[in-house]
């Protein structure tokens, strides 16, 4: 008989060949010193450069981790989902490749999990409370400051970090949520929270650690495209939920 898994760590990756050998290390060995009856799922977004080669050989030796990989680049929330479809954990959360939030956080989140029972719990960077080492260019930051403004005035979301890439979820809500997806790329967290809020689930803004690191990969002209699309999102999402 199998063991159960409580909880599944979903990890979307795309051209992380610079970043992703010293996060993966960090989170292996903490995982193994802090956490019980865990999986983690690499999500291979298509790469164009040896991401895959380098998950590949870092996890060899480890069955509670696996690898998924497919040629064409889709978005990270297309890799998040996949993570989820291919997840058996009660309690699922994703995090950035890049080492931005540092493993710790988890045994804080699961923490919360286990005393309060949210149905969703996101970390943000933009609470009094959290803890910033290396903060954002301030092109990313206004960026995101508008990005958070425009997104609760169109959706009401009442969220102060949407893009913050550290949220975990009880599965029945991250099933429910991620189920036809309409977005795969900057606006999909927007759209899991409008449904979660749609669907009166429980939301937990936790404050985190966070540092910000080098090798985005927002071009130039994505906020033009970024903010149009979420406008089509939300008519999108006034016809079915």
């Known amino acids: 008989m199998s063991k159960k898994i409580e909880l599944s760590i979903i990890i979307p990756a795309y051209n992380e060949e610079y970043r992703i050998s010293d996060f993966l290390d960090k989170l292996i060995n903490y995982s193994i010193t ?3 009856n865990y999986e983690i799922i690499i999500v291979d977004d298509g790469s164009e450069d040896n991401t895959k080669d380098i998950v590949s050989n870092l996890i060899k030796d480890y069955k509670t981790i696996k690898l998924i990989s497919y ?15 291919n997840s058996a954990g009660d309690f699922i959360l994703f995090m950035d490749a890049d080492g931005s939030t540092a493993p710790e956080e988890i045994l804080k989140m699961l923490k919360i999990h286990e005393n309060y029972n949210y149905d969703i719990i996101i970390g943000t960077r933009i609470a009094e409370e959290s803890n910033i080492t290396i903060p954002q260019p301030i092109s990313r930051k206004l960026l995101s400051k508008f990005f958070n403004l425009y997104s609760n005035l169109l959706f009401k979301l009442k ?20 189920k036809d997806l309409k977005s795969y790329r900057w606006e999909f967290d927007v759209e899991i929270l409008y449904k979660a809020r749609k669907k009166s689930f429980s939301i937990y803004q936790v404050p985190i650690r966070w540092k910000h690191r080098e090798g985005s990969k ?8 970024i903010f149009l699309n979420l406008f089509k999102l939300r008519l999108k999402l006034l016809r079915k939920v």
């Open 34 to 36: 802090n956490l019980k």
């Open 71 to 85: 040629y064409e680049n889709r978005g990270k929330g297309y890799a998040i989902l996949q993570g989820i479809n």
């Open 159 to 178: 969220i102060h970090d949407l893009l913050c890439g550290f949220k975990g979820f009880k599965r029945n809500a991250a099933l429910q949520i991620f």
């Open 218 to 225: 927002i071009k130039k002209s994505d906020p033009i495209f």
